[in-house]
């Protein structure tokens, strides 16, 4: 049964979250008619930018210097221990707000790899995001390491199979995504992480697309470290800084390797030996980036405010409703849904595949609905539950229907595709 503008009015009209939509800046442009790419820059709250307001005459200008005495210092772990509450599952003192992802995860892999010593192998996904790649294989060939890849399907993700086969006596760390960012698929972190430690591994978790946007439980699952942005659904604005986890267990015996003062135990002794901070404090290295870690603490007010569940719920609703256009509508132009279709097994995206989808996706940007084009044939829709509606999504569904439609590529092309 078709799914009617009717009932995406309806999802509308009884959606707990609908109303944050207006605590986000409304865009000063009027040929923008869908925005569905929340999952890699998220829309800017309200509250941040009347903060960063209040940050430039206040706080920085007038306070000044005395304000990192005044609070300043304490955010990355302060920002670290609410983003951990609101969407980690983490208890405090484990979470902090530094550096981008690609950093934190270099930091996070190397200190990982040094409470192993004596094995000498990575165990990852060759689909994961590209800089986790390029991290892993940096450190690989720095320590001369050997990186085992597992071969996912593009179209899911790391199943406990495939993580079983690679591991073994040498295995040091096991690093992968939570939510695959091509697929959406969500990896199962308690038998991904319980598979890793019945062989001595350690395990460091890549969030990015699950912040925010799923419930995350890092201390129930046992997962040792992990990583993640807040650019994405968190809304904290571009560039904004990443957050690091590092399980309490694992503190004291962690050392990273970009030693710091502001990851040291008294940065303003002005000593000449290097002693870690206590706690989670030690993976800093420089300065904190404060004005962007007010887009952080707003961003993460504002989920703990609706709720990681409700979040949840609405982002399957959608998801669920975009699989279902697209089965009626696309799947007779020849495209493909690349995301799983078990709505627990799919994160805040769904992946439409076709030959000619970079062509398509620059149509539908031109057009005002801003998807995303992932090589070699993905256009991704993402979902973002505080700022995207049931009806708008409808709508650029509907506007994707009509230029697959006339855009078909020969019958040729698409035989090709299905091979590769
Ligand atoms: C978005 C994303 C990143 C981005 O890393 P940066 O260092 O912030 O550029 C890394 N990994 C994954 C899986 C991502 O989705």
Sequence with gaps: ???????ALRLDAQDPLALFRDRFVTPDDDTLITYLDGNSLGRPPKATQERLNALLTGEWGSRLIRSWSEGWMD????VGDALGEAALGAAPGQVVVADSTSVCLYKLLRGALALRPG???????RHNFPTD??????????????????ESDPGAGVTAEELAAELNENTAVVTLSHVAYRSAWIADMPALTALAHQHGALTVWDLCHSVGSIPVQLDATGADFAVGCTYKFLNAGPGAPAFAYVRASHQDSFRQPVWGWMGGDTPFAMQHAYRPAPGVRRVLSGTPPITGMIGVQEGVALVAEAGIDRIR???MALTDMVVRLADDWL?????????????????GHVTLTRADAEQLAQRLIDAGVIIDFRPPDGIRVGLSPLTTGFAETWRAMRIVRDFAAADRPAQSTLAEADVA
């Design 1 to 7: 049964m078709t799914f009617s503008l009717d009932d």
């Design 75 to 78: 955010l990355p772990e302060q």
């Design 119 to 125: 094995r000498n192998e990575i165990i990852t996904d």
């Design 133 to 150: 790649n390029y991290v892993v294989q940096g450190i690989a060939d720095e320590l001369g390491l050997t990186v085992r890849w597992i």
């Design 313 to 315: 719920a609405k982002g």
């Design 331 to 347: 799947v007779p132009h020849g495209v493909r849904i690349a995301s799983p279709r078990e709505p627990d097994r799919r994160g």
